[in-house]
């Protein structure tokens, strides 16, 4: 027999999240990784292992434990920052090898974090972190689309017609910059701009080695709307929530922007 929904269902209903959510928000880890964390077994609600995605749970009474740690109760804030990652130093927040990592500059914050995208060891520049998991899992899905400003130093000078060329091989925008290590009367190796999707970075790599250019250096500035400017090596600033949302609709915009580029193309 048919029942009416009670308040206490309805309100029931209302209190439950997706494990996935849950877990995100908690900073244990990016929505992603949750899935694969429930996926393996390796999510527990009330003692039992939860396999399916679906399943939903109530942060504020059941016990929920998620890669061997319990996911805190409590409503933790929203937590959104940019860093300027050292060079050699591993953009994670633990590393089995013993390596410095992000968790090194980010001493006294109280919240858990985790770094959206990758940047490698051996470069330096910004990193965006955060406990949002809605906000890191939409990121990671238009990554391709988020364009990231470079400084690369290179052996040797490129001249204007060398980054011409090279901008229309590889599709990165370059330019040159003020040179912080140049000396007067002395051969330098220069610094340039690099504007390009994540997915052009080898490339360039690859172009300017075969140019007898090798890349020496590699700081990321400029991610989407954000800047690394001002923040000193090793530090990080907060944001406000309103400003990291433009990470979501900057991607969104240059996504629209290359769909319609298409169409125009197909005639559409």
Known sequence: ??????????????????????IARAGIASRRHAELLIASGQVRVNGRVVRELGTKADAAKDR??????????????????????PPEVVSAMADP???????????????????????????????????DGDL??????????????????????????????LGKETGVKMRTVRQPDAT??????YWYEARMRDTKKEELRRVLFKEKHPLEKLKRIGLGPLT?????????????????????????????????????????
């Open 1 to 22: 027999m048919y029942r009416a929904p009670t308040r206490e269902d309805l309100k029931k209903e209302i209190m439950q999240e997706r494990l996935q959510k849950i």
């Open 64 to 85: 929920i434990e998620a890669a061997g740690k319990v996911v805190e109760t409590n409503a933790e804030r929203r937590v959104y920052i940019v860093l300027n990652k």
């Open 97 to 131: 090898e013993g390596r410095k990592t992000l968790r090194n500059c980010l001493r006294g914050l109280p919240e858990r974090v985790f770094p959206v995208g990758n940047l490698e060891y051996a470069a330096s520049g910004l990193v965006f972190l955060t406990n």
């Open 136 to 165: 890191a899992a939409e990121m990671l899905d238009k990554w391709a689309q988020l364009e990231q400003v470079y400084q690369v130093k290179v052996k040797g000078m490129l001249t204007l017609a060398d980054l011409e060329r």
């Open 184 to 189: 007067r009367g002395r051969a330098a190796n």
């Open 228 to 268: 690394v400017e001002g923040i000193p090596r090793g530090r990080y600033r907060l944001i406000e929530q309103k400003e990291a949302e433009k990470l979501r609709k900057f991607a969104g915009r240059k996504e629209t922007k290359r769909v319609e580029m298409k169409k125009e193309k197909k005639g559409i």
